[in-house]
């Protein structure tokens, strides 16, 4: 039996490698990038031959555009197919050089086998070995499973790793791609009895399948109608319509492609209306054949409707046309993200990524990178589940955000809005939220129940129960009144109203929490190697002392929440005793009720910036402090500092910035910036969930 490896840092690494063609490399490769970027922190990518310029390798350009990954091309290649035939022990020494820069830059580094797609290396299985074991890398084998039974697949992995091991390589993981849904699981129990760490794929045709770009270059056509957009949709099967129009439409299937000739001026008017209808699947695209173009009728007809589908002319014949397109095949590229997100969703289903790790012997890293932080979110939030709303339910960015939330297994979700719509808008984005709910803000019985229960917390602002029914049909109201009657345990909203809009309901109904009179915020600043608190740059214009102090100590139970040590620095344009004025003087007053009410906190100040974060300045102007050059939780005067500050930090830093996260309610409520990108979606979710956890600790 194979057992873990333990590895020297030298050769942190894993070698993607696959006895044969068409294996899916490269799904199995961006699962590894995400889970170590998430778990190790830099990750490098590396693949030691690759085909000549001008043609640049597909794979290395997917997995250097993936978050967390910082290389150029050039860093991330090795040689050339023509450097290996040439002199392979020259290219060896060359490509165990390259490795060893790699390895000396980053934590951890992804290697990625060659394609098969040179046909004079000849046996470039053995290539692939003999390069593993030179550079010391466990290797993660990956086989197809089309058209394979369970056993034959075990039989592949089981030839190719005593050949791995006869070549000095060392496998540590099999990996099963492309294998029929039913036979998963039987597939990853006959390969974990080799003593691997086992995985098997699914097949999934949409990461196979062709964009619209992909088949209009195929066949040389032109974008004849449609959005240029359009053209990045993927195309899952063909249909040639050389039937009457009712035959074609009981043919149609999501996401097809119909061939049409270019003559057949009742067919495009037909296929452009089962488009539009509900109650017919939307189409990818339409090709026209024979270089016809549709007459000026049709298309005066076409013109006049919101037509959503790409439409290709070509001068190829039918039969021509679609015996090409047949041949096409998709790849997974950076712009595709319907198939990222679900190739990465059918690796986390499908890989054991603890036992991945385990398999490295990764020992804990020093630094905190974005990643590592955000990864340690998301596993917070899972490993206690939480229920979230999120009232802006047909925003894109939320239904992106969602799908991966419900992938990740982040929380329980409720959307809001109208649910035929959302449904439909998620699934002509390729986006799987059919384990969220969905829930209109206008169901009478919520709105009847949420409308007398806000009636009697405003009746003291004589708001009565007509118009009490008004406002809490607002979907920031709705949504708050969920949380606050137990429906959800937090809200995020922002990506499409305003701040006020979100949070205003929070203070009137929600309110803060015992022994808190302010809300207030912090932005948890991920920098290259650590995680940074500050406070409060969101809320609160000019704080009082007593009002700063609080914020203090909010911040700092909120970076112990979220696992930041926290040391506290009340920053000033003085160091200690140095300076003097009003604003010295409150940052002074707030230390001092701070040490009063937490004794057990490190908390510094009046402190500069400079002397909070840097040990070299910190050994100057305090040099017997706790704090100064280890700040974690910077509280900062007001918010005209706190506020640009911050986004000088993430603008020249290239910090990531998560928040705001709102401090000092009785139960989670977050907003969104409106420019807010799915990832901040995601993290602010996350973020939600374990504040929700907290309340009920």
């Known amino acids: 039996m194979t057992g873990p490896v333990s590895l020297s840092p030298m050769s942190r690494s894993l070698y993607i490698a696959s006895p044969e063609a068409l294996s899916g490399k490269s799904a199995v490769a961006l699962g590894l990038v995400d889970l170590l970027s998430r778990r190790v922190g830099r990750v490098g990518v ?38 290996w035939h040439a002199d392979q022990d020259a290219a060896l020494s060359r490509i165990v050089d390259r490795f060893g820069e790699l390895s000396a830059e980053y934590d951890a580094v992804v290697v990625v086998g060659s394609d098969y797609t040179d046909v004079t290396t000849g046996n470039e299985w053995a290539s692939n070995a003999r390069i593993a074991a030179n550079l010391g890398s466990p290797v993660v084998l990956v086989v197809h499973g089309r058209d394979r039974t369970p056993a034959v697949i075990a039989a592949t992995v089981e030839l190719a790793r005593s050949e791995l091991v006869a070549w000095h390589a060392h496998p540590v993981a099999a990996i099963a791609n492309r294998v029929d849904p039913d036979a998963v699981e039987d597939v990853r129990e006959r390969l974990s009895r080799a003593g691997l760490v086992a995985g098997a794929l699914p097949n999934i045709p949409l990461l ?54 270019g003559d057949r001026s009742d067919m495009l008017p037909a296929l452009i209306l089962a488009h539009q209808s509900a109650t017919f699947p939307d189409l990818a695209s339409v090709v026209l054949t024979g270089g016809y173009e549709p007459p000026a009728s049709i298309a005066k007809l076409i013109d006049g409707i919101r037509a959503d589908v790409p439409i290709l002319l070509t001068d190829g014949g039918t039969f021509e046309t679609a015996t090409g ?70 925003e894109e960015r939320i239904l ?240 005209n500092t706190g506020n640009n500050t911050y986004k000088a930090v993430q603008r020249s830093a290239g910090a990531v910035a998560i928040g705001p996260v709102l401090q000092g309610l009785n139960k989670p409520v977050n907003d969104l910036s409106r420019g807010a990108l799915v990832a901040d979606i995601v993290n602010t979710v996350a973020i939600t969930a374990i504040q929700a956890q907290g309340e009920t600790a």
């Open 325 to 394: 397109l047949g041949q096409v095949r998709g790849r997974l590229t950076a712009d595709s993200s319907v198939k990222l997100e679900k190739a990465l969703q059918a690796f986390a289903e499908g890989v054991d990524a603890d036992a991945i790790v385990d398999a490295l012997d990764l020992a804990d890293p020093t630094v905190v990178t974005p990643m590592m932080f955000q990864y340690r979110l998301i596993e917070r939030a899972r490993a206690d589940r939480r229920h979230v709303v999120l009232p802006e339910g047909e």
């Open 208 to 261: 196979g399948a062709p964009t619209v770009a992909d088949l209009r270059d195929a066949c040389g056509a032109t974008l004849w109608r449609g959005d240029e957009d359009l053209l990045t949709r993927e195309s899952l099967g063909f249909l040639v319509a050389a039937m009457t129009p009712p035959n074609v439409l009981r043919r149609l299937r999501p996401s097809m492609t119909v061939i049409a000739p």
């Open 46 to 83: 590396f693949r030691p031959i690759v085909n000549a310029d001008p043609q640049r390798d597909s794979v290395v350009e997917l997995l250097i555009a993936q978050p967390g990954i910082r290389q150029d091309y050039d860093e991330a290649v090795g040689v050339t197919y023509a450097q």
């Open 400 to 639: 992106r955000a969602a799908a991966i939330l419900l992938r990740l297994d982040v929380a329980d979700l409720t959307l809001l809005g109208d649910e035929t719509l959302i449904r439909a808008k998620a699934d002509t984005l390729g986006l799987d939220i059919a384990k969220a709910r969905i829930v209109s803000p206008t169901t009478p019985e919520l709105v009847a129940t949420f409308a007398a229960e806000y009636a009697r917390l405003r009746a003291h602002k004589g708001i009565t129960l007509e118009l009490a029914t008004d406002i809490v049909s607002d979907v920031s109201y709705f949504g708050t009144m969920m949380v606050h009657l137990g429906m959800a345990d937090g809200m995020v909203s922002g990506a499409v109203h305003t701040t006020a809009h979100t949070i205003r309901p929070s203070f009137e109904i929600i309110k803060t929490a015992p022994g808190t009179t302010v809300v207030s915020s912090v932005f948890l600043m991920c920098l290259a190697d650590r995680v940074l608190v500050y406070g409060d740059c969101a809320v609160n214009p000019d704080p009082t002392a007593e009002q700063l102090a609080e914020i203090a100590i909010s911040s700092a139970q909120t970076a112990a929440q979220f696992g930041v040590d926290p040391r506290v620095a009340m920053l000033s344009y003085s160091t200690g005793s140095s300076g003097s004025g009003a604003d010295v003087e409150k940052v002074r007053t707030a230390t001092d009720i701070v040490h009063t009410k937490r004794p057990d906190l490190l908390v510094e100040g009046p402190i500069q910036y400079d002397a909070a974060v840097d040990p070299g300045v910190a050994v100057t102007k305090l040099p017997d402090s706790q704090v100064a050059g280890r700040a974690t939780v910077l509280i900062f005067p007001d918010l």
